[in-house]
């Protein structure tokens, strides 16, 4: 909300740091406006003449009257103009707000003696199209500050819980709490003795539980019409705008008070008007010029026909303040935050009333504010109010008291204020201390009475003032509601108390980890696994598109998404990494090797577990090198490269799935963890293939092992013999290191494939060339050349027998 | 009068220190020490000396050869090393390396480490909650009223089956508590999402990082040390903090935390990072409800709780202008941070 500083100040007294003071105080500023002119030698001129510039096209020459007597010449390059406007002329010796100081001179040989200014040369706002053309009233001569007094705009955030600050007096209260300074005029006293009578059950309320009093005053032959220039830089200040006086004075006393009212034209009224719940379906015609179709939770004001208000929220069209408007009915009633909030937003209707009733008013300022505008219509609009008013419902009663322990504060805290100082605050926030009960006030000891009752009364007396000291009963203020328990009284006491004067403290507790750390822990690994393999982390959105090209099948939906983009809960992490691919892509990027590490929720009811994805595209080498001399594309083999640095010892299998040219299962041990392959070039639009593979990474993290153990180191050397050989095309790789390894022969170290050729020659003979390199070790002894050799032959014999292999020597 | 053998070395490691290459010296080696050098044939003349001779020729002999072969190794080591330094000379030492693909993580995940193990020197404990929930531990279990603004489906998402996606990682306050009874300390990284339209300092989906220390006697002193040593880790000793009231409703006292520093982008500005608060006696109570006990009596325990956005954090700390960019994972971005 806006607050003008000015308007503040007719309530109390603003310190200089006031921005810091209630943002410190939990009051945030968000931005501060300086308004108005504060520069002098600028006045208020009326153009007399003016004719083109002998030597510029896009100047004129006026003659402009000052007051002064003496007309003055002014050079003007603005059009917006014509004779008889009144403009602000900076007079020689001006210095404007940006800077410029006027001085007689000549513009293109003609004299200028000074200059006529626009807004933005003024200060004021950004408007620089022309001059700002001065209201037909304002006085030739006049000061231009006295047109435009200074003023300071506050843009405050109110937090929702804090609906008494949404006014002026309301601020100014909290200032006055905070500085100490008292709250000065007595604009938000009902006047004493002078009050209206109010005739009670007169407004008949159905739905007491929305709306718990309704008050309506007649006002009789109001003058409608604009409203007097102070009501209208007022409201418009903190930028409302001006319709007429009725309508603005309602608006000011919402501003000043926080109270909401509203004027109906009493004569399209059709007799006595009562608070009820629409009915289903019910039409309204808005003050905002639309239609709404109520339901049967929304509060409404109506009359005997018709509805005529939305209960807290807006006005009806039909029965609204007009120029032909002679006598109104002015409404002030307490809504309950609940209705008002549910009917605002069931309709998307919020309104200035709203926002301050969804919030809570102070049940004590609504008769306050009802009678202000009263008092504001008498003497703007020359109104004859009734003498009652006509009420329904109750007030409700003042919160329930609060007690408050000062050792308990202290404790949350963490510091120690003394219980005087806690009193000091709370007094100054309108709570009011409560007597315990069963204690007589402390001064009833007078004089006279026996010296020894009198030592005993006293040792009594400061027992019950210690036990005061401990704790008291706090009485909240009407406008308080949102104090409710003791913690809530302990935040006004650090508010006004200042946070900064608490100093930190370095409490700490040893804590057992949990399987949340150990499973960080192991995220913290398996990414680090994969950046040592040289791949690059990706975070995308856990929320996908509606349709998203691949890996998205049955994800569970959101009931009311606000983006296309954001739709869906991501069954998988491809579709997200897909998406990273063509942007990079598209950015021209040659090479891309990414994995993401996180959250995927499995359909159908978006079961959470943690997928680790891998994406591989493009070329092997981000860079061609000058010592390679050839740069190949990444294929499946890296991609069980980079998840063999995940998790070793994975096995793969043929699978088939849509989305998946190329697909295979992921195995460890005797578990599927996930999926791999090679992307459909139809789910992709990237060009060049596409590698993905996707884990399950809980069930890895089952697997994972805390801590490595420790295996001897071997201390007889190895023996290595090749075997070349070549086979049919369609024996595997797995295959041929089955044949190898079974039966098993103990020497028998590892295998290594080192050498594969299935071109030219062999191609067409449907045969493939490859060789393994073999390593055998005993582990107790060395070998020797024999033993070797005997079972080297071995394993070359039933390569032969089991494969057809053709050995090469 | 010196003796032969002692004319002989010296002849020899003349030749050798002259010996202008390695076939000269080579040459030299045959002459002196090969099967018939002058060296060697004394080996044969020493059969020929009297008892008394032969253990002081044989002496100066292996001193004379000794001698010979090491002049003779030294030269061969001067050639070699010099023929070595060389044939590297000609190597164009500006060429560029060979190139070492690093991979890197991702800025987030970066702050998150950072942050986590800062919490970790402070002995928080990690906690994890899912991002799918039930309006009961993400508003009614943290005294957000069933009328609250933050529950409508304007500014949350919610799914078909009528959970939701969590507005905040305070959720998992909630389930430690209702696992456990206190001490509690515990900080809980995690997704969070918001029906807020996507701009440059707002995402559908956010990363926070929860925490909440519930024990005897704890206080805003307490929570002011806590977050005040964080920032300090986290953007160095010379940052200032202030801790602003604010509202929310499962805190009271509740506390925004800012942070100003002259490293930082913004400079000389307040920034806000944090939002804390000591845990209101109302989410204790909805706890011990849900627990059936009194585990957190309101009276015996007291606590604070903070939710730290780490995007802001990572777009502060990174001097990161636009938090789009953390989802859009361009390698030019990422590598940035490698």
Known sequence: MKFSVNWLREFVDLPDDIADLLTMAGVEIERIEERGAKIDNVVVAQITASSQHPNADRLSVCEVDDGSGTKRQIVCGAKNYKVGDKVPLALPGAKLPNGLEIKKSKLRGVESEGMLCSPIELGFGEDASGLLILSPDAKIGAPIVDLFPADTILDVEITPNRGDLLSHYGLAREISALTGKKIVGQAHRLPAGDAPALQKKAIKIAAPNECPFFSARKIDNVKIGPSPAWLRAKIESVGIRSINNIVDISNFVMLEFGQPTHAFDADKLKGALNVRMARDGEKFLALDGKTYSLKSNNLVIADQERVVGIGGVMGGEETGVTESTTNVILEAAYFLPASVRRTARNLNLPSDASYRFERGVDPGMVLRASERATELMREIANAKPAKEIQTGGELPANPPDVSFDYEKSDKLLGVTIEPKRVDEILIRFGLTKRKLDGLKPSSSTGEGRLKKEGRRLKAVESNERESIERSARWGVPSHRRDLQRDVDLIEEVVRAYGVGNISGSDRSRFTPSSDADREYNWEAQLRSRLVAAGLLEARTSKLIPRNAPAFSDNAVTLKNPLSEDHVALRPSLISGLLDVLERNVRAGAEKLSIFELGRAFIPPDAKEERHLAILLWGNASAQSDWRTQTNRRLDLFDLKGALDAVVPQLSFRKWSYPDLALAVEVWSGDRKIGFGGQVASTRSTTTGPVFVAELHADLLLDAHEVAKKFRELDRFPSVTRDVAMIVPEKVSHEEIVRVIENPKTPLLESVALFDLFSGGEFASAEKKSLAYRLTYRERSRTLTHEEVNAAHAKIRERLREQLGAELRE | ?338
Not at chain 2, 307 to 326: C, E, K, Q, S, T
């Open chain 2, 1 to 338: 009068m010196s003796h032969p053998l002692e004319q002989l070395r010296d002849d020899a490691l003349r030749e050798i220190d002259s010996a202008p290459n390695e076939q000269a010296l080579e040459a030299a080696r045959v002459k002196f020490l090969g099967k018939s050098g002058s060296i060697s044939s004394w080996g044969e003349q020493m059969k020929s000396l009297s008892k008394e001779e032969k253990p002081i020729v044989g002496k100066l002999l292996n001193e004379v050869r000794t001698a010979v072969t090491n002049a003779i190794d030294a030269r061969g080591e001067t050639f070699r090393s010099q023929k070595e330094t060389e044939s590297l000379a000609k190597i164009d030492i500006s060429l560029p390396g060979t190139p070492n693909e690093r991979g890197s993580l991702h800025p987030l995940t970066q702050m998150l480490d950072r942050s986590i193990a800062i919490f970790r020197r402070m002995g928080f404990a990690l906690a994890d909650g899912p991002d799918v929930e039930d309006e009961w531990h993400c508003f009614d279990a943290l005294n957000t009223p069933p009328d609250h603004p933050a529950r409508n489906e304007a500014d949350t998402f919610y799914l078909p089956d009528g959970r939701l996606l969590r507005t905040h990682t305070s959720t998992v306050q909630i389930r430690t508590m209702t696992a456990a009874p206190p001490p509690i300390r515990v900080i809980a990284p995690g997704a969070a999402y918001r029906r807020d339209e996507v701009d440059a300092t707002h995402g559908a989906q956010f990363h926070q990082i929860e925490g909440l220390y519930v024990d005897r006697n704890v206080s805003v002193a307490d929570l002011k040390g806590t977050m005040e040593y964080l920032m300090h880790e986290l953007f160095g000793a010379e940052t200032q903090v202030r801790f602003r009231p604010h509202y929310f409703p499962f805190t009271e006292p509740s506390l925004e935390i800012d942070v100003k520093s002259k490293a930082l982008k913004g400079g000389e500005q307040w920034i806000e990072v944090c939002g804390s608060g000591m845990v209101h006696p109302a989410v204790f109570e909805q706890v011990n409800k849900a627990r059936g006990d009194d585990a957190y009596d309101p009276n015996e325990w007291t606590g604070f709780a903070f939710g730290l956005g780490m995007d802001r954090l990572a777009m502060i700390l990174f001097g990161v202008p636009d938090i789009r960019l953390f989802a859009q994972n361009d390698l030019r971005f990422l590598r940035q941070f490698a």
